[in-house]
């Protein structure tokens, strides 16, 4: 378990800035930490299917690491994605970090 751990850990360390890392990988991250924060104000997670990235919406408007995005993706409420191995894939690549063979 320590492994797996390390490497999610990792995941968080290794881009060239902080905005690198949740732009390039980490997005389902940062919009669950936006999620939380601002929870109060009627927040969703958002996907872009194309552009497999994830953002926040927050009281109508939806942000990534770099602000206000609501008009740069196609977006679409991530609990409403109904393709289960499109889902499943999402989950084993970006959410969970993990290798096709675990």
Not at 4 to 13: D, E, L, P, Y
Not at 62 to 70: A, K, L, P
Request: proline letters at 1%; charged letters at 30%.
């Amino acid at each position: 378990m320590t492994k797996k751990v390390n490497s999610f850990i990792k995941r968080f360390s290794e881009g060239v800035s902080t905005e690198d890392t949740f732009q390039s990988g980490c997005c389902y991250w940062f919009s669950f930490i936006l999620f939380f924060r601002f929870l109060d104000k009627g927040t969703e997670i958002m996907y872009d299917e194309v552009a497999n990235h994830f953002g926040c919406m927050i009281d109508g408007r939806i942000y990534d690491i770099t602000g206000d995005v609501t008009d740069s993706y196609d977006w679409e409420p991530w609990s409403e994605l109904s393709d289960e191995a499109l889902r499943a894939r999402i989950i084993r690549d970006c959410v969970k970090f993990e290798e096709e063979d675990m």
